[in-house]
């Protein structure tokens, strides 16, 4: 029998950028242990309370908790120099780091994946995945091909002679898979990482141990997923995808505990749908509507800037996201962003090759070839950012959020109707069936 235990699990439920750190700080005020399971630097999230507006990569979001421990799992690729840049910003900016612990399990990028990174994005001409070259997937493949690098490494005695070959490795492959002149040294890249870590070495821990400890003290723990469900390694929208396992499945090994430890997974969506980078987007609005909300939603990289591509919500994957990534309950974000809109689309179904599907087919080729198939709901017209209740939404607003849970299989858990701690609003306790 499956205990109770206070644990939510919060992921994307599309391609990313889905607000998650707005729903994961508010969690985190009331959470006592906050735990990072997948991805890397590449995830940004941007966090706005008090009239301020943060940014954080790899650093989970409870670190404006200075009663939160927060932990970097071991299935999380770190760069150290990354890490410490973050941790000094933090730091400068009056927030209380001491908090933050790292699993010695998790591995390190370094600057060769980072290169090797690059090369691979460059090689792809025109069949570009978009990623963010920091060395994220070639970082995931060494650790596959078990030639990666892990934080705990650095503390062995022999730590030199594995760097060593590990660069040396790379170099070859830079070279003669590559043809690029580009080589490391050892000394370099040795020097950077041992005064890199000395900022960090006293909080790197089995984290594991600690977060299932802390789950059995019934401690709140709350897990912080990167990127969307539709950007998972296997059940994303391949080869359009990050390098990780990203839905709330992998939340257990990727932190050190087991599966029974979870309780709740709780999806974030937003309002519309975006993506950046290639791959099918059905609903994707290349036209004034699309800018006009890409605007409001200011839809551009916390990372790199890029422009996001936007598009009218889709039920259809959204009900694929559910099935593949066990979530129990959605939380709608920006739902604010479509305050001026006179009407407003849900995909429910798709369009391929003459055939009608309710699914999201296998192959992202054929996913580039569906037609959206919708539904049309007239919008509120009217300034929903100041709404504190779901009672206090209009009419439309809430029959926009049934259509999007009568056609995903879903509840809704709340949502959010501006950046603001104040303007996140729960339908019900978290734990609350």
């Known amino acids: 029998m499956k205990r109770n235990f206070k644990t939510i699990v919060v992921v994307g439920t599309q391609w990313g950028d889905e607000g998650k750190g707005k729903i994961t700080d508010y969690f985190a005020q ?29 650093v989970p979001s409870g670190i404006f908790n200075k009663n939160v421990k927060n ?44 290169k090797i990174d690059e090369m691979q994005e460059e090689q792809r001409k025109d069949n570009k995945i978009g990623t963010t070259k ?11 091909s078990r030639c990666g690098i892990r934080v705990y490494d650095l ?32 000394e370099e890249i040795y020097n950077n990482l041992m005064t890199n870590f000395e ?32 950007l998972d390694i296997d059940h994303g929208t391949y080869p359009f995808v990050t390098s990780s396992n990203t839905s709330g499945n992998n939340a257990s090994i990727g932190s050190g505990v087991h599966y029974k430890h979870i309780q709740k997974i709780v999806g974030v969506a937003k309002a519309y749908n975006t993506r950046v980078g290639t791959g099918g987007m059905p609903t994707e609005l290349v036209n004034e509507i699309g800018n006009r909300i890409r605007e409001r939603g200011r839809e551009y990289g916390s990372n790199t800037g890029r422009p996001r591509r936007v598009g009218w ?43 009608t599907i309710t699914t999201m087919p296998i192959s992202d080729q054929e996913l580039q070839r569906c037609k959206p198939i919708y539904i049309e709901l007239p919008g509120w017209n009217e300034d929903i950012t100041k709404v504190r209740s779901y009672d206090e939404l209009p009419t ?23 950046p603001d701690r104040e303007q996140t609003i729960l339908l019900k306790g978290e734990f609350d069936d």
């Open 71 to 114: 932990i970097i799992g071991n299935g999380t690729v770190v760069n150290l120099e990354k890490l410490v840049s973050e941790l000094t910003g933090l730091k400068q900016a009056g927030i209380d780091t001491s908090n933050l612990f790292i699993s010695g399990r998790a591995h390190l990028i370094l600057p060769y994946n980072l």
């Open 155 to 186: 503390l062995l005695p022999n730590f030199k002679e594995i760097l060593k070959e590990a660069v040396d490795y790379h170099n070859l492959i830079l070279k003669n898979l590559y043809n690029s002149d580009v080589q490391f040294t050892f």
């Open 313 to 355: 919500f889709d039920a259809v994957a959204m009900k694929y996201a559910v099935r593949v990534g066990g979530i129990d309950e959605l939380f709608l974000t920006l739902f604010d962003v479509l305050d001026a809109e006179e009407t407003l689309k849900i995909c429910v179904a798709y369009e391929l090759d003459g055939k």
């Open 134 to 144: 920091r060395g994220i997937g070639p970082t995931y493949a060494d650790k596959a």
């Open 30 to 58: 009331k959470a006592e242990m906050v735990v990072r399971y997948a991805g890397g630097d590449n995830a940004g999230h941007m966090i706005e309370f008090g009239g301020k507006r943060y940014k954080v990569t790899i």
């Open 396 to 418: 439309n607003a809430k029959n926009y959020m049934k259509a999007i849970a009568e056609h995903s299989g879903a509840k809704f858990l709340g949502f959010s109707v501006g």
């Open 199 to 230: 900022v960090v070495k006293n909080n790197v821990l089995d984290t594991g141990e600690m977060v299932a400890n802390a789950i059995e003290a019934n401690n709140f723990v709350l897990f912080e997923g990167a990127q969307g469900v539709l």
